[in-house]
């Protein structure tokens, strides 16, 4: 299976990243109630490009909040919600 990259513009710059089921499988597997910010953070510079990751750092050293946003909007890149409807 092909590996899609996902580019971001975050704070102006282009970010690019490459998640893989196994990294998905991984976030999902380590997010607990009293624990998000840490799987994001692993999420995201895991799938990261090397080219990509000093803006990242850049970028996550003046926001704290944006690995938990940019974590985010790439589970709904990588995993789109789907169309589901219970039938009664």
Known sequence: MEQKKVVLEV???????????VDYNDYMNELMPDNKVAPAHNFVFNTAVE?????????????????????????????PALDIKVKK
Request: charged share 15%.
């Open 11 to 21: 704070g102006g710059q282009s970010l690019s990243f490459v998640p893989t089921e």
């Open 51 to 79: 080219e990509s990751k000093p803006a990242l750092r850049d970028i996550t050293a003046n926001n704290p909040a944006a690995v938990v946003q940019i974590a985010g909007v790439l589970m709904q890149e990588f995993a």
